[in-house]
């Protein structure tokens, strides 16, 4: 069984930073991809960042470049994202997201409705 478990998140003020944490456990794929999404109120859930398990290669909405950077631990099967230079709309509820190394994680590794297991999201504000 596939499990997610998020923690970090809270409150910071503009410009401050803060790490999101991701376990990840139950997989049996080899390959797979793990994204970070969120979702702020009364908008949809978007794509933040994702990470491949095969390349390590890396994604990142327009929104976040040069702001957020998306890690792995492969001994911990735990994926970060470090968030630097916070802004009043990066407040949302911050969810991880995995499945399998598929045509459409591949392709389009940003786009939620792609991803079939997720985390129990994690309340992240920005706010002075």
């Known amino acids: 069984q596939v499990q997610l478990v998020q923690s970090g998140g809270g409150l910071v003020q503009p410009g401050g930073s803060l790490r999101l944490s991701c376990a990840a456990s139950?997989?049996?794929?080899?390959?797979?991809?793990i994204g970070w999404f969120r979702q702020a109120p009364g908008k949809e859930r978007e794509g933040v960042s994702s990470i491949r398990s095969n390349d390590g290669r890396t994604y990142y909405a327009d929104s976040v470049k040069g702001r957020f950077t998306i890690s792995r631990d492969n001994a911990k099967n735990t994926v970060y994202l470090q968030m630097n230079s916070l802004k009043p709309e990066d407040t949302a509820v911050y969810y991880c997201a995995t499945d399998t190394l598929k045509p459409s994680t591949m392709l389009l590794p940003l786009v939620p409705s792609f991803y079939d297991y997720w985390g129990q999201g994690t309340q992240v504000t920005v706010s002075s």
């Open positions: 139950g997989f049996t794929w080899d390959d797979y991809a």
